[in-house]
């Protein structure tokens, strides 16, 4: 049995831009506990409440799915882009994948170039770690015998992964951008390891 906020979530699927009353009618529920329902949901990034005029007076408050939201409910997009990747790789070049692969990563990087000037590694790497959650991943970062350690603990990449290890380049080279310095994968999860890990030498200062 679904419960009343899955119903919610199912209800602006198939009818997005709801306002509460209609929530309320689809569901079964009084206004008072959609409203607390949705809090909830905003606050998790699944839903969003947006401004909309209908007519003379005051506009009315309507509700729809965000991105993350939409991707609650089951989808073939995968099988989709496993089935295209496939293609590709039958009709091009394996660098020609791998490149545009990396060129994904490069214009992401690219986005954020402004923000990331003048930052120290740290800050850095507390950026990409920040990037990459956005994207999808669980990673964590730390300081070891003078290197920098990049753990990716989950990895959205991963069903495409095993049958598309080229995907791996896309966080390795958004890394390597970002820091301005080449990472270097120690661990992989597609390898049967339990992280993906990346290792960055720091620049070392040379002294007079």
């Not at 949901?41 to 909309?52: A, R, T």
């Not at 970002?178 to 120690?186: G, I, Q, S, T």
Request: charged content about 25%.
């Amino acid at each position: 049995m679904k419960s009343t906020r899955d119903k919610i979530l199912q209800t602006l699927l198939k009818k997005p831009r709801s306002t509460i009353n209609d929530l309320a009618e689809a569901v079964g529920i009084n206004p008072i506990s959609v409203r607390h329902h949705l809090t909830n949901l905003q606050m998790e990034g699944l839903v969003e409440g947006q401004e909309e005029r209908h007519g003379v007076g005051r506009p009315r408050l309507v509700y729809l799915l965000t991105d993350e939201g939409m991707e609650h409910f089951p989808t073939r997009y995968m099988r989709l882009t496993t089935r295209l990747l496939s293609q590709m790789k039958e009709t091009m070049p394996g660098p020609v994948i791998t490149n545009l692969f990396n060129q994904v990563a490069e214009d992401l990087a690219s986005q954020y170039a402004n923000d990331i000037k003048g930052l120290s590694m740290e800050e850095r790497l507390d950026f990409v770690q920040d990037i990459l959650a956005q994207e999808g991943f669980t990673v964590e970062w730390e300081k070891k015998d003078g290197q920098y350690h990049i753990h990716e603990t989950s990895c959205p990449y991963y069903q495409i992964g095993v049958a598309h290890p080229e995907v791996c380049a896309v966080d390795q080279t958004l890394i390597s951008k970002m820091l301005a310095l080449p990472a270097n994968k120690v661990q992989c999860i597609l390898s049967g390891n339990a992280q993906c890990t990346y290792v960055v030498q720091p620049v070392a200062v040379k002294t007079k």
